[in-house]
């Protein structure tokens, strides 16, 4: 009954959330300077001209009737339509989305193997030099974001010694013709190892450029709470029993310390894909993010505002995963 209480209050949560996003995004957006059809429009256009695009788009109307009629069409699924490129904003997002979500889980495996990793490498060696060197690289890691790191990245791994591609998500070269935008699912799906080799070649750097930093917060978390777990009774009962230290921490401490690693990991998760939208346009991903500092870029309007809602139920829909998934996991609250 726990669960099913803390389900429908995340849900209600994340409703208000996401209509709070919505009022927020589409009130900034419309008070900022710069006129978007003025932007469509050559340099000799008339007022007129002005004024028919203005009326085609709904941008004549109060924000508040401007509102109302963007989310009454969203509820329907019709995002409307970009300024710039004339389509729909579902189908651009849509089409982008796919890409972005490749890149932010291979991003999240690269930080929890690595991350995970350290943390039970430093508690196997604690008090050694050994976890001095892990603390020392996981403080670097976490001093530089992730920006930084790609800028590093490219110029170390991209250019001096050019092991990655540095730019775009696929080869042209390939010549593979794709049926859905889940590049490399459907790569492995048709067992073109070829392609996915390729895929993953533009993909490695940005997702490690946006891992280094989640995997210091994973080795720190995950260490500490290792750490503690490391001087309860049932570690003693199970010294006394023989096991090796190895056996002790892997298969004892590790289940009991990676909840509160958990919890941390679905909510810095979030930040990962936000992330994304500096990374994607520094390696030129094709990606959500890289669409959104387009759209910024030429004030198109709808297409924010549908970036911005699509980015926000993502956000909440990680979230209310984790908290399902910790509930599930937490003895306390599945046997409330």
């Excluded at 004024?51 to 969203?74: C, H, P, T």
């Amino acid at each position: 009954m726990q669960i099913v209480r803390t389900l429908l209050t995340r849900l209600a949560t994340t409703l208000i959330t996401l209509l709070g996003a919505a009022i927020i995004v589409f009130v900034v957006i419309r008070v900022v300077p710069g006129n978007p059809i003025a932007m469509m429009l050559p340099p000799g256009a008339t007022d007129a001209d002005i004024a028919r695009l203005e009326a085609l788009y709904g941008l004549d109307k109060s924000i508040l009737e401007q509102f109302l009629i963007w989310i009454g069409n969203v509820l329907q699924g019709d995002f409307g339509t970009s300024i710039t490129s004339r389509q729909p904003v579902f189908d651009l997002v849509i089409g982008r989305l796919p890409a972005t979500l490749e890149l932010s889980v291979m991003a999240l495996l690269i930080a929890i193997v690595a991350g995970g990793s350290a943390a039970l490498t430093a508690t196997l060696y604690r008090g050694t030099k050994v976890e001095g060197g892990i603390d020392v690289a996981g403080g670097v890691a976490l001093s530089l974001p992730d920006f930084l790191w790609g800028l590093a990245l490219i110029l170390v791994l991209g250019v001096v010694w050019p092991l990655f591609h540095i730019s775009g998500r696929v080869s042209p070269s390939l010549g593979f013709d794709f049926n859905t935008d889940f590049y490399l699912i459907e790569a492995l799906l048709r067992f073109r190892f070829d392609v996915v080799l390729d895929l993953l070649g533009h993909m490695f750097l940005p997702a490690l450029a946006l891992a280094i930093p989640l995997a210091a917060i994973i080795l720190q978390l995950l260490k500490q709470s290792l750490k503690e777990c490391m001087h309860d009774d049932y570690i003693t009962l199970a010294r006394t029993k023989g096991y090796s230290e190895t056996s002790i921490i892997a298969r004892d401490a590790l289940p009991n310390a990676i909840l509160p690693t958990l919890t941390l990991v679905g909510v810095q998760f979030t930040f990962l894909i936000g992330g994304t939208v500096i990374i994607e346009r520094l390696f030129s991903y094709e990606g959500l993010g890289n669409m959104a500092i387009d759209a910024v870029i030429n004030r198109d309007l709808p297409l924010i505002q549908g970036i911005v809602l699509v980015f926000a139920l993502l956000f909440t829909l990680v979230n209310l995963l984790v908290d399902m998934t910790y509930a599930a996991l937490n003895p306390r609250l599945r046997h409330a």
